[in-house]
């Protein structure tokens, strides 16, 4: 490599010798007559015109970013065109002459940054130049475009901007907290969550859990930017744990937890059972003193002073950022325990099991689908619908993916020439459109894979009852009720339950 591509041409260049691109690509096909034009054609969007005013702002407060530099280029007449930072230069222009704005509303901003700078407006600015536009094309596409294999510039995503917020305020995030939480209490939290707990997005879990959905549901209150929890962490790690799992394994994502609504429905999916409060009141042997608390009674209240919902016995639990965890026997304090009654601890091995109906998406299973159109309909099942939000669309998608599916089967024993036969009249089973009803083909597929090996028996009987029973959750008929029937309205959880029961028949078509 010669050294010279290691050197960059970087100058002073007086200000009025830099012009804007009159062919800049945010003009899209337009290309300005003049200088005056271009500023006119960038500002021209309102929305853009208002994130000049503030660059310009910006740029009177802070000067000019010391890690960016204009690219520019030579015009053969003694001036310079910029290809890099047009948006940056029309700023300074208008901090410099704020009456070239063309925009009524927004002069009076520039003229008060322009004010602001007083006798320090910029004269020049400091540019790299290259030869020709060829030449800064490569370096203009590798900044626009992405990260290139590494070539290109590299953002920062959620983990390392929290890192740095952590660093400038000394405060962390509750989702940094929420990870320190599970990593640093192995005795409660499972390898497995421990594990998942990093491949959830950091602002996704202070998203959650600085909500106050999560907060009552999980009993981990935040407060002056500390998660402290408000029981001891074996009542809490059961329902934590089945929420991480719901995001590294069941579909969800930020988008399922973006506002509060949001959030109550993703904390519905825990199982009661899970709940800490539950967990904690069945512990208690005896109950506490007053009224023992029901178990389908709602969490109660907060209390600020007593550090534990109200009702409840106070337990040593330090903030997550303390230096102590909290006691993993889980006996709860407040007065010593007598000796004629001591503390129960909790039996260990309470782990969170996702149920199948917590799942976003019908059928999270990998299945090897190569014909490309029933792999699509299987992808929007798997990645696109969500059960919860269309069941309708679910339904019939899920009826219409089952069918396809038989057929594609059908087709490829017979070209096997190992048909599927009928189990009434043992001849080959008839594909596609006009051919045998959807029960039959479940039916016939079902005992074709039992006795070639490919289904347990359990399965193809469980199969087998479930396709033919008439008008009952999950039968055929009840699929066609779905596309014929203004009655008939799918569950989500009963899709989910369907869902499960097909799944060893699908595997075995599939796989």
Same mark, same amino acid.
């Given at each position: 490599m010669k050294m010279d591509k290691m050197s960059r041409d970087i100058r002073s260049i007086p200000l009025d010798l830099i012009k804007l691109d009159q062919e800049n690509v945010r003009f899209g096909n337009d290309v300005a007559q003049n200088q005056r034009e271009a500023i006119d054609l960038l500002m021209a969007d309102p929305d853009d015109a208002r994130k000049l005013l503030k660059l310009a702002?910006?740029?009177?407060?802070? =000067?000019?970013? %010391?890690t960016e530099l204009q690219l520019v280029t030579p015009d053969?007449?003694?001036?310079?065109?910029?290809?890099?930072?047009n948006r940056r230069l029309t700023a300074v222009k208008l901090l410099q002459k704020p009456d070239l704005c %063309?925009?009524?509303k927004l002069f009076k901003g520039f003229m008060t940054a322009h004010n602001q700078l007083g006798f320090d407006l910029p004269q020049e600015l400091q540019c790299s130049v290259v030869s020709s536009r060829a030449e800064g094309d490569m370096w203009i596409e590798l900044k626009h475009t992405g990260q290139n294999n590494g070539v290109g510039r590299v953002g920062w995503d959620s983990?390392?901007?929290?890192?740095?917020?952590?660093?400038q305020t000394g405060v962390e995030s509750i989702g940094r907290q929420v990870r320190n939480l599970v990593k640093d209490n192995p005795q409660v939290f499972s390898p497995k969550s421990i594990a998942d707990v990093y491949l959830i997005p950091v602002t996704t879990l202070t998203r959650l859990f600085s909500s106050a959905p999560a907060q009552k549901t999980f009993q981990l209150r935040v407060e002056n930017k500390e998660l402290t929890p408000l029981l001891p962490l074996e009542f809490i790690a059961p329902s934590v744990e089945f929420a991480l799992d719901m995001f590294v394994s069941e579909g969800y994502n930020v988008n399922d937890i973006r506002s509060d609504d949001n959030r109550m429905r993703f904390v519905t999916h825990i199982p009661p059972e899970l709940l800490p409060q539950k967990l904690f009141s069945g512990s208690l042997r005896p109950p506490s003193a007053g009224a023992p608390q029901s178990p389908n009674a709602p969490l109660a209240p907060i209390d600020p002073e007593a550090g534990l919902s109200t009702g409840l016995p106070q337990s040593p639990v330090p903030p997550v950022g303390g230096a102590a965890a909290p006691n993993p026997a889980g006996g709860?304090? =407040?007065a010593p325990a007598s000796p004629a009654q001591p503390a129960v601890p909790v039996k260990p091995g309470i782990r969170a099991k996702p149920l199948s109906r917590a799942r976003k998406f019908l059928v999270p299973w990998s299945l090897d689908i190569p014909n490309n159109r029933i792999n699509a309909i299987y992808r929007d099942l798997r990645k696109t619908l969500v059960v919860d939000d269309c069941p309708n669309a679910v339904a019939v998608t899920f009826r219409v993916f089952l069918e396809v599916s038989c057929d594609d089967f059908i087709l490829r024993q017979t070209q096997l020439n190992d048909p599927v036969l009928r189990i009434d009249t043992q001849r080959p089973v008839k594909d596609g459109m006009g =051919?045998?009803?959807l029960s039959m083909k479940i039916q016939s597929i079902a005992k074709h894979l039992e006795s070639s090996g490919g289904l347990a028996t359990p399965a193809s009987?469980?199969?087998?009852?479930r396709a033919t029973s008439f008008d009952s959750v999950g039968s055929v008929d009840h699929f066609n009720l779905f596309v014929h029937s203004s009655a008939s309205a799918p569950v989500p959880s009963e899709l989910k339950d369907i869902a499960d029961e097909y799944r060893p028949l699908l595997e075995a078509i599939w796989n």
């Open positions: 702002q910006h740029i009177a407060e802070n =000067g000019f970013d %010391p053969g007449v003694g001036s310079f065109i910029v290809l890099e930072g %063309p925009v009524e983990d390392i901007r929290d890192e740095r917020r952590a660093r709860v304090s =407040g =051919g045998d009803k009987k469980a199969i087998f009852k």
